[in-house]
């Protein structure tokens, strides 16, 4: 092509007239179709767990705070596998903050991260990503613990 064949570029828009644009071509949010998938997906979690404290306590005869515990810790199994079997990241993309909020949100951040380094070997893959996001959220608690314990022993 000749260099006679080519115009020379026009850039002859405003900086309204390059909002309007933008505004037109934007998607729209959808706050309240959101907040209505997370509150579903939320509940049923929540409700789910529940049911599983539920069990515990009624038909393992566990006492109601060591029922919570083994509910949680269930959750998080849970949460774990769904995020193993790739079944987490569809209900999170449904739900958005439903799925991220619970106990099992924090499995899934804990587990896909190993995940992505499981190539790499057990040890040095999995073993060193799992506490990429874990690890300061566990330090950030066990130290506002022993803070907060050290205050009650002090005030008592």
Known sequence: ?????????????????????????????????????????????????????????????LAKTAAQTAGTATLIMIGAILTGLGVYDTIVKYGGAGGIIPVTGFSNSMVSPALEYKREGYVFGVGGKLFTIAGPVLVYGITSSIIVGLIYLLIR
């Open 1 to 61: 092509m000749s260099e006679s064949k080519l115009r020379s570029p026009s850039v002859a828009v405003t900086q309204e007239e390059y909002k309007q644009l933008t505004e037109k071509l934007s998607p729209k949010p959808t706050v309240l179709k959101n907040a209505l998938s997370a509150f579903v997906v939320g509940g049923i979690i929540c409700s789910f767990g529940q049911m599983i404290v539920n069990f515990y306590m009624n038909y393992l005869g």
